[in-house]
């Protein structure tokens, strides 16, 4: 039995994060210097980009051992471009420090991140930052804290820069948020990042919750199953290698064909989505297609999200924001030597079904060796069977239904129960790539029948307005198609068509001389 913490370090963007990361390191003599975000030799954010833009794009690990808890900490990105990256550390932590400024008090994304750690369950500690600059108000911020994310959290306040209250915060949290973990029992872990080394290989960054996992294991990965080639454990501001990875500590992991998400070994809990979905999509383009579409694979591998997909000729990746899209430009040109381009960005667009829809294609009627007959109607979105399941083999029931959920995501068709309705075969001519092929053209035809309505992403807001300017909001909330649901003389809340609040956003501050707050997150498809 061992005292472990896996704490999570998150705030709003320029709260000073990663320049608290920093200091942690050096206060538990990680790092003889904290390093400087503005000068670009800070020890999480590594990537070459990272230290260019001087924000945090992808999560990093260190490791420090603090009043005797081995202590693994995650830096996480702070825009909100990047909240993918977010959810899934989220999803491996045990507690978790939410940094605030002094100065600005708490902000839009503070309360997001808030409200994901509670509905998670994940205990935090608050960190009122930057009391050493002008304009800090302390007693504000807490008040703030109290009142605006209905938390009762611990809070510290202090300096990442100058280093006041830090040792305190160190002690505070290895106290009250630390954890007993045993590497006996059966293992389970959680893939959180995904990675390709200098040679292709893909590596695996794992939280395990409990069990052992030894160089050469073969171990449960998913709905597979895989062998442990090597591993690294996490000491200081590196990983070095190891043989064997216990309870409770970050592994990375060689040798597994894992995705983000994936359980290794048992299962410890479903993951439940924290965040909205990206909204918004691009189409990509580059003179060489080939070059893109294997880079776009790989950042795929490390960002699920991006939902990369073909429409036609089109490669189209999924975006929560523009500074996202600059940094996907970037990425491609500095780390895989791509220059691309991008189209307008435009909302995503789903369909739902208007009605119920019927298709079918027979075995000699078709050029495939398969029969294929499906209903579809609007409802949950499940997969059904009304044929015998001894009708096919089982390996072509799997290629279906493989096919009906990649079809439905490609076309982006939400809300639709498929049930399979007529199946046939001819022995020994059938494969199952008969019915890969033949599903989506049967399933597109039922779906044409059925009707679908065209919909658009809806964001719910919140938005906190001066009195003064309570009309003037609300003539632009008007002109963006926002519809007002509950309205106070300060506080008014309601829907707004998800391409709508980046104008938003910008509009507000001459709206309210500079005194207004806006948060939206995805609500809707309408």
């Known amino acids: 039995m061992s005292r472990t913490l896996n704490l999570g370090v998150l705030a709003h963007v320029d709260a000073g994060k990663t320049s608290l990361t920093e200091r942690l390191l050096h206060h538990a003599g990680v790092i003889d210097a904290p390093g400087s975000v503005d000068a670009g030799n800070t020890q999480t954010d590594s990537l070459a980009l990272e230290r260019q833009r001087g924000i945090t794009i992808k999560s990093a690990v ?28 989220l999803d491996v932590l045990d507690g978790a420090v939410l940094v605030v400024s002094a100065v600005e008090g708490v902000q839009a994304q503070t309360r997001v991140l808030m409200r994901a750690l509670q509905r998670l369950g994940i205990p935090a500690v608050v960190f009122v930052n930057k009391m050493d600059r002008r304009g800090a108000d302390g007693e504000r911020v807490a008040r703030e804290v109290a009142v605006k994310l209905r938390s009762d959290a611990p809070i510290y306040f202090g300096s990442a820069i100058t280093g006041d209250g830090v040792r305190e915060l160190m002690d505070g949290v290895a106290r009250s948020l630390a954890v007993t973990v045993s590497p006996d029992g059966p293992l389970s872990g959680k893939v959180f990042k995904v990675e390709r080394g200098a040679a292709g290989e893909r590596i695996s960054f794992a939280r395990l919750f409990s069990g052992t996992v030894r160089v050469r294991d073969r171990v449960r990965i998913g709905d597979g199953e895989g062998k442990v080639t090597s591993i690294a454990v996490f000491e200081g501001a590196s990983a070095v290698r190891a043989n064997v990875a216990r309870a409770g500590q970050i592994v990375k992991l060689w040798g597994l064909d894992a995705r983000i998400g994936d359980t290794i070994g048992i299962a410890r809990h479903d993951r439940v989505r924290q965040f909205s979905p990206p909204t918004l999509e691009t189409v990509v383009e580059s003179p ?12 795929a591998e490390q960002d699920p999200l991006i939902d990369l997909r073909l429409d036609g000729d089109d490669i189209v990746v999924s975006l929560y924001g523009e500074v996202q899209r600059e940094v996907i430009e970037a990425t491609l040109a500095l780390e895989h030597g791509v220059a691309v381009t991008f189209r307008e960005t435009r909302p995503i667009r789903v369909h739902r079904l208007r009605g119920v829809g019927e ?89 044409s029948r059925a009707g679908t309505l065209t919909c658009e992403p809806v964001h719910r807001f919140r938005l906190e307005v001066p009195e003064d300017a309570l009309s003037a909001v609300l003539v632009a909330l008007g002109k963006a198609g926002a ?14 068509p998800a391409a709508k609040v980046a104008e938003l956003h910008r509009k507000l501050p001459s709206l309210t001389h500079g005194e207004g707050v806006l948060e939206s997150e995805f609500d809707h498809y309408g």
């Open 483 to 496: 519809v007002p649901l509950t309205t106070t003389a300060t506080v008014l809340e309601g829907h707004v």
């Open 62 to 89: 260190a490791s420090f051992t603090v009043g005797g808890v081995a202590v693994n900490l995650l830096d996480t990105p702070g825009h909100p471009d990047f909240i993918a990256e977010v959810e899934r550390v």
């Open 359 to 447: 298709a079918v294609r027979f075995l000699g009627a078709n050029p495939y060796a398969a029969t294929v007959g499906f209903r579809v109607e609007p409802g949950r979105e499940e997969f059904r069977l009304e044929v015998e399941l001894g009708s096919l083999p089982l390996a072509f029931f799997r290629a279906v239904e493989e096919s009906v959920r990649d079809t439905l995501r490609a076309d982006r068709v939400i809300g639709c129960a498929v049930t399979m309705t007529h199946s046939g075969y001819s022995s020994p001519v059938s494969v199952a790539g008969d019915f890969r092929a033949l599903a989506p053209i049967v399933l597109r035809e039922a779906v």
């Open 288 to 299: 060489d297609r080939a070059a893109l579409h294997t880079a776009l694979h790989r950042l």
